[in-house]
């Protein structure tokens, strides 16, 4: 694995925290001052669940400031445990939607003055848990998913969700992710390596789709989580299990270009992923400024967390970056969309990351 | 938490204690009303025991029973459970990284054979583990009382002391410590320092004496003539705690500005025992700021110091000066402080309070060149005759046990006072600092199955790991590093997490590919794969019973497919069982029978574009797809009829027959075979219309009519 | 810290958790059947999801199927009959209960039922109160409808003898819990009868061979093989040489070594070695915990005991919680 050759290093601050957490976001902060963390908390001791918004405290040290705890600014209660959750700004307020393990979903909005969280609307869509969903960027629609095998479009009418069933899968498959690309079109991904696209405006199916070989045995597995670049809409990044990391091209449907882990290619002499890919998104870190000189066809890099504790970054024909080996899973990340420097990580051992990169 | 045993709630169910004469009797309240009918039992993960209670029926608007979870060995009042995962979360990196030095190291020594596998570094590394682990213990860091230092403050904290650090610090000094071993009486005078307070609780000791001395500080006008003050500065003087004694010197009156002149002769004094007090010579490497002493890092260097510095005690004790000290407290406090330092038995014993402290002045002051555990063991007998307690605190019995070298009470004290963690985890300071612990902790026991006590530790721990959803993922790491029964533990424990949902089980099979427990993984997918199956999800169904290989439950899929087929479909549940055959992925199962299915799959969706459209090319292909499907060895008999009936359309196709002659003949000889074997017994009728089989012979005689006109 | 994780129904006389203890199935006086569940598996909150009178009768006795064949329950009821339930989605796609089998009623009741899962498939082994076992085999690993009787005995050592007026109160059967699959099936079964040589408990293993159940070890010392026996239980064996089960008499509480290999005579060697006075009067139940060190035990007295061994090998009872409002 490729040493992080970077002059000065990289900082990390781990954070204890009295929950599990499920899921963290960065909140694009209401004022300057600010820096705001929306996290999905499970309580195991009064096994209870909520949202959470945190400020980070930040130390000043001789040569730097660095966070140094998150306290808790307000808090809205799940009925039950947060098992998505995504982050838009509707008309430069945060809005947040979390979906449940009991199939319900809530849009969240956070109040700019005093930090509050409140419910604008909910609605019971799937049966058992949604496993993923995704609010369009500056709108208030939603795509959701689920291991029911349904697609649905919610959106909200007066406080309250009403949702349009795109697909039901009757149980056929099983969704686990997905991901607006415009506000008409989205992407699934799920059992079996699947990756599918869909348009609104075609109802009945999806537009295309990339079905990996369920019989493969162990060499199968399931995208867990999948993200589409705003500049680049016609691929589509997904990651899952047995560190797979791949990207789908709608140009080039038949051959996805695997950035890590077996896929459905030739199982990789090694391969620096090995256990489930939680999630992955699009690392603009290195190359927002020149984004427009990569070749359409390469691949951007993608960061990802994984069960093994790893949060990495992949690029195409290279060796991954590592920027974090935890002893225990992170099970999600966010990379904040102002300053692509900083990442926020959740880790199973009850704590957050915030990670600074040089 | 039951409370098992005497004073803490720690109980570990743990088998320890050589003769426990009865059992511990615990209330388990259940909040129900009685009468209580009878009870029923069941084991959760690890050491978690439920329990229900029903009650005797009743008309009364109350609840039939109710269940209660008993979790056994888990937190005790002291420590928080969250804070509590922390130490379990925070112990796995030490505790595997030193499990895997000392397994390079072993299969170092297995190469170069020499004679002991763990070479001087061992000890760094045994270090570097302890004081990890102690750093996790530390308790809640109190607020900086203020900016300002009070100068009547004596006492000053920086974080609440727990019994738990102190525990483990204890077995630090004594067993992993090697660099200590010549100051041993310095680090336990700084433990007791840093945790006197702990014993506070059962019994006075010099912290509570201070403490209260600190409270009525603040409304004392000349304190000197308090006795409680002198009495405070003894108290911390024979206990080695310098710094306070030092300090409460100077709040004498004497130092006043205002007072200076008249006093001072008493003032000289003061300060000359402040001073004397200050460079009492120390056999220690260096000393925290703010504490005082003069150290010496070798013995003759620290006894020749100490010689002298007695020397200096002396001289003052005999000076002249005293006559002409008029201030009668003064002069007799100070002079009890010389006297302390003297090493006056007496003095000692009534300045403190509890058995450890007079041992520890009496290692300062009457025996200060002292090293060995047995000198100080019956040291402490000898002290604790003197000042006996009524219940020994549980940090006292592991300090006896500590120091009359005798591991067992060790362990069990660990064990019951303690908890399963410390246990588990101090085991590698035991086995470092002593032969015979290594022997007894290692030595393989049939009594308890053939495992070691080393083992059977890391065992009781896991399981109690394994009792809670957020910390049964780090009980891998214990049952891995126990030589024989972990892995058996390990798959039981795998084998008890809920598989149906996702998160979980991939995790679950996470940790099986990581210890190659390929058995343990293909047994939760399909628990797993049967699940979803039956709870409607078929696509996961499939999905997770092709992870676990388990061809016989896929190939009844596939039959049950099979069966499905037998019926004339809707196009509804055509759409639902093509999906399941894609599912299936094309392997033969059930000897041909899929590739059947995926012919019949092909047929359907021409005849469906037939139905769709009146376009004749694709009514010919359907036509050949039927042909195929006939010829075809591996279609079953009893699929010919619904074949056939399906197909009505095509034998009736308007524009032009679209089978051939032979080809119709075919079709009429499948039918002739059909209606022969519809006499057998063990026909198994399609279900279709009865006059299925005449309107298919009628379509067939029409076409082939129609056939032969054309040919 | 003792925690409530679930209220009962009203008259409910038996419960019993699934194999990851997070579905609870509770049977009642009037019939029904219910169970809980708790929608997060970190939770240890449950409450009823399902509950439906299957019966007229009370049920005394539930019990999961192994999880590789589904979410299903055996129901034993007051008028001895068994029946199978289970959890699929039906036609309309909704989740159900539903009955999928129901064992031949006779004159005897069934006294106790529990399951064995080897590789062969699954087995349920089912008592009656003529002191006759019943060993069926499920045909269909799919399906819990299809069941055939392997084998049918009596709990006797010499299988020429027959006791055709035996009239039994109670019997407890326990599978080895096994761990490798290729392991010989077996299970312990006891009775609490009329008949002397029906009573103490037995270890019966299939004879591959043979095909047939052969009785391989007697736990009774020869004094006490007419002793009742109350209730038994195979503790999981995570890596001794040697196996451990627990069975209840009168007596009290007796924990066996019983050898992992046969003798010449294909018996197993047995060691008797505690003998506990454990509850007063009768005890219904015995549960080894997943390491197979610690017993815990209720009876008559309702009080839950635990059971282990010291260093030593000296098996102590370590602690009784009393129940209390």
Redesign the interface.
């Known amino acids: 694995m490729a040493m992080n050759g970077a002059p000065h290093p990289l900082q990390v601050h781990r954070l204890p925290q009295p929950n599990?957490i499920d899921f963290v976001r960065w909140v694009p902060p209401l004022s300057a001052l600010d820096r705001l963390v929306a996290a999905a908390v499970?309580d195991?001791s009064s096994?209870t669940?909520a949202l959470q918004i945190l400020s980070v405290t930040l130390t000043q040290t001789q040569t730097q400031t660095h966070p140094a705890d998150l306290t808790l600014q307000s808090s809205w209660p799940s009925p039950?445990?947060i098992t998505a959750l995504s982050l838009s700004l509707l008309r430069h307020k945060p809005l947040l939607a979390a979906a449940t393990?009991?199939g319900s979903i809530h849009l969240i909005a956070a109040d700019p003055v005093d930090l509050g969280v409140d419910s604008v609307g909910s609605g019971a869509i799937h049966a058992g848990p949604v496993s993923g969903i995704d609010l369009v960027e500056g709108g208030s629609e939603i795509v959701s998913v689920g291991d029911d095998g349904r697609v649905n479009l919610v959106s909200l009418n007066e406080s309250r969700l009403s949702h349009r069933r795109v697909f039901d899968g009757?149980?056929l498959v099983g969704f686990a992710a997905a991901k607006w690309a415009s506000p008409a079109e989205f992407a699934t991904g799920g059992l079996g390596f699947g990756v599918q696209w869909w348009d609104n405006r075609k109802p009945g199916g999806p537009v295309s789709q990339f079905k990996g070989n369920w019989a493969r045995g162990t060499a199968s597995g399931i995208v867990h989580s999948i993200d589409i670049h705003p500049s680049r809409k016609h691929t589509v990044i997904a990651g899952g299990s047995s560190g797979t990391v791949f990207a789908w091209d709608l140009r080039w449907q038949q051959q996805p270009i695997i950035l890590s882990g077996v896929a459905t290619g030739e199982a990789q002499a090694h391969s620096p992923l090995e256990s489930e890919v939680w999630e992955v998104r699009y690392d603009n870190y290195m190359h927002s400024l020149n984004i427009g000189n990569i070749s359409s066809s390469r691949i951007l890099p993608v960061m990802t967390c994984s069960e093994d504790g790893i949060l990495a970054v992949v690029e195409q024909d290279e060796e991954p970056i590592e920027l974090l080996a935890e002893p225990c899973a992170i099970n999600s990340f966010d990379i904040d969309g102002q300053n692509p420097s900083d990442v926020i990580c959740s880790l199973e051992w009850e704590s957050i990351a915030i990670l600074s990169r040089p | 938490?039951?409370d098992?045993v005497s004073d803490s709630g720690q109980?570990s169910?743990?088998?320890?204690?050589?003769?426990?004469p009865t059992?511990?009797?615990?209330?388990?309240?259940?909040?129900?009303?009685?009468p209580?009918s009878?009870?029923?039992?069941?084991?959760?993960?690890?050491?978690?025991?439920?329990?229900?209670?029903?009650r005797k029926?009743a008309e009364d608007g109350?609840?039939?029973?109710?269940?209660?979870?008993?979790?056994?060995g888990d937190?005790d009042g002291e420590i928080g459970d969250a804070q509590w995962r922390r130490i379990a979360y925070g112990s796995v990196s030490p505790f595997a990284l030193l499990q895997s030095r000392k397994n390079s190291m072993l299969s170092m020594s297995r190469v170069s054979a020499s004679s002991s596998p763990y070479g001087a570094e061992w000890w760094d590394y045994v270090m570097e583990y302890s004081r990890e682990i102690n750093v996790l213990l530390g308790g809640q860091k109190l607020p900086p009382s203020s900016v300002i230092e009070d100068p009547k403050t004596v006492l000053k904290k920086v974080e609440e002391p727990n019994c738990l650090k102190a525990a483990w610090e204890l077995m630090e000094i004594f067993y992993a410590d090697k660099q200590i071993q010549t100051w041993t009486p310095e680090r336990l005078l700084d433990w007791l320092a840093d945790y006197d307070s702990l014993l506070s609780g059962t019994q006075p000791t010099v912290h509570s004496k201070l403490v209260n001395f600190e409270k009525e500080l603040v409304g004392l006008q000349a304190i000197e003539e308090d006795a409680k003050y002198w009495e405070a500065i003894s108290s911390a003087l024979a206990v080695g705690w310098l710094d306070i004694a030092v300090k409460m010197l100077r709040l004498h009156g004497s130092y006043q500005l205002d007072q200076l002149g008249s006093r001072e002769l008493e003032n000289g004094l003061v300060e000359a025992v402040a001073v004397l007090i200050s460079k009492m010579p120390r056999m220690r490497p260096g000393l925290a700021p703010g504490k005082l002493g003069e150290c010496y890092k070798t013995k003759p260097d620290f006894i020749k110091a100490w010689e002298t510095w007695r020397a200096q005690i002396t001289k003052l004790d005999c000076s002249a000066f005293w006559v002409q000290c008029d201030h009668r407290q003064t002069r007799e406090g100070l002079k009890n402080l010389l006297q302390i330092m003297l090493g006056n038995a007496n003095i000692l014993s009534s300045a403190t309070c509890h058995w450890i402290e007079l041992h520890i002045s009496h290692l300062l002051y009457i025996r200060p060149f002292t090293m060995g555990l047995e000198s100080m063991y019956s040291l402490a007998q000898k002290c604790m005759q003197l000042k006996p307690m009524s219940s020994p605190h549980k940090l006292m019995r592991l300090l006896l046990g500590i120091l009359g070298e005798n591991i067992e009470v060790v362990l069990a004290e660990c064990s019951r006072s303690f908890g399963p963690w410390i246990v588990a985890h101090a085991v590698e300071l035991l086995t470092a600092g002593s032969t015979q612990a290594d022997i007894l902790l290692h030595e393989e026991?049939?009594?308890?199955?053939?495992?070691s006590?080393e083992e059977l530790h890391r065992?009781?721990y896991a399981?109690v790991l394994?009792s809670h959803?957020?910390t049964w993922q780090i009980a891998p790491i214990y049952l891995t590093s126990c030589m024989?029964?972990g892995?058996?533990?390990l798959?039981?424990?795998l084998?008890?997490?809920?598989?149906q949902?996702n998160k979980?089980l991939l995790k679950n099979i996470e940790i099986c590919r990581l210890y190659e427990l390929d058995?343990v993984r293909s047994?939760i997918t399909?628990?797993a794969g049967?699940?979803q199956?039956?709870?409607?999800k078929k696509g996961s169904g499939v999905f997770w019973l092709q992870q676990a290989r388990d061809e016989?439950?896929l190939n009844?899929?596939a039959q049950?497919l099979f069966d499905f087929v037998g019926k004339s479909i809707s196009d509804e549940s055509f759409k639902q069982w093509e999906g399941l055959i894609e599912l299936l992925g094309s392997e033969t199962r059930t000897a041909g029978g899929l590739e059947f299915l995926h012919k019949y799959r092909d047929f359907k969706r021409s005849l469906q574009k037939v139905r769709d459209g009146i376009a004749t090319a694709a009514a010919q292909k359907a036509a050949e797809s039927l042909i195929l499907l006939m010829k075809n060895p591996s279609t079953p008999h009893r699929f010919w009829l619904p074949l056939l009936y399906d197909s009505l359309k095509l034998f009736n196709w308007q524009e032009c027959p679209l089978l051939n002659v032979s080809q119709t003949n075919l079709l009429l000889n499948k039918l002739q075979g059909l209606s022969m074997a519809r006499l057998r017994p063990d026909f198994i009728e399609a279900d279709l219309p009865p006059q299925a089989l005449s309107s298919v012979r009628l379509a067939l005689a029409t076409n082939l009519g129609r056939a032969i006109l054309e040919e | 810290?003792?925690?409530?994780?679930?209220?009962?129904?009203?008259?409910?006389?038996?419960?019993?958790?699934n194999?990851?203890?997070?579905r609870?199935a509770?049977g009642?006086?009037d019939g029904t059947l219910a169970i809980f569940d708790?929608?997060?598996?970190?939770?240890?909150?449950?409450t009823c999801t399902y509950r439906s009178r299957v019966r007229e009768v009370s049920i005394v006795k539930v019990v999961w199927v192994p999880?590789?064949?589904?979410?299903a329950v055996a129901c034993i009821c007051e008028d001895g009959t068994l029946s199978l339930w289970?959890?699929?989605?039906d036609d309309t796609?909704s989740?159900q209960w539903k009955l999928c089998k129901e064992f031949e009623r006779s004159s005897n009741q069934v006294l106790d039922v529990q399951f064995g899962v080897s590789v062969t498939g699954l087995k349920l082994v089912s008592s009656y109160s003529d002191g006759y076992v019943k060993v069926y085999e499920l045909l269909?690993?799919?399906e819990l409808k299809n069941w055939q009787l392997q084998a049918e005995f009596q709990n006797v050592i010499d299988s020429v003898s027959k006791f055709g007026k035996a009239a039994c109160l109670s019997a407890s059967v326990s599978w080895s819990p096994q761990?490798v699959?290729n392991q010989q099936l077996s299970f312990i079964l006891g009775f609490n009868s009329n008949v002397m040589q029906l009573n103490s408990a037995k270890v019966w293993e299939f004879d591959q061979d043979h095909q047939k159940w052969l009785p391989v070890a007697e736990l009774a010392l020869p004094g006490d093989k007419g002793d009742p026996v109350y209730a038994v239980a195979w503790a999981?064996?995570?890596?001794?040489?040697?196996e451990v089960i627990a069975t209840s008499t009168s007596k009290g509480i007796a924990i066996w070594h019983v050898g992992l290999n046969p003798d010449l005579d294909g018996r197993l060697s047995i060691e008797k070695v505690a003998l506990l006075s454990g509850n007063e009067g009768e005890v219904?139940?015995m549960?080894?915990?997943?390491?197979g060190?610690?017993l815990?035990?209720?009876g008559s007295d309702?009080?839950?005991?635990?059971l282990?061994?010291?260093?030593?090998?000296?098996w102590?009872?370590?602690?009784?919680?009393?129940?209390?409002?």
Not at chain 3, 316 to 325: L, M
Request: one cysteine or more; proline letters at 7%.
């Open positions: 599990y499970f195991s096994s669940s039950s445990r393990a009991d009757n149980g | 938490m039951p098992l109980s169910v743990v088998p320890l204690s050589p003769d426990s059992p511990v009797v615990c209330p388990l309240h259940h909040g129900l009303k009685p209580i009878r009870l029923s039992l069941s084991w959760s993960r690890g050491n978690s025991l439920r329990v229900s209670v029903f029926p109350e609840a039939g029973g109710k269940v209660v979870e008993v979790k056994l937190g026991r049939y009594n308890l199955g053939g495992i006590m065992l009781v399981q394994s959803a957020l024989k029964q892995m058996g533990l798959e039981i424990l084998y008890k997490q809920p598989v949902h979980i058995n047994k399909k628990i049967v699940h199956w039956k709870h409607g016989v439950r009844r899929i049950q | 810290m003792e925690k409530p994780v679930a209220t009962l129904d009203k008259g409910t006389t038996c419960s019993s958790w194999y990851c203890g997070q609870l509770t009642s006086i708790s929608i997060d598996p970190a939770s240890s909150s449950f999880p590789e064949y589904g979410d289970e959890e699929v989605v796609k989740l269909d690993p799919l761990r699959e999981p064996n995570i890596g001794r040489p040697y219904w139940q549960e080894w915990d997943m390491s060190m610690t815990a035990t209720t309702n009080t839950v005991r635990l282990q061994s010291n260093l030593n090998g000296v102590q009872e370590q602690v009784a919680f009393e129940p209390t409002t």
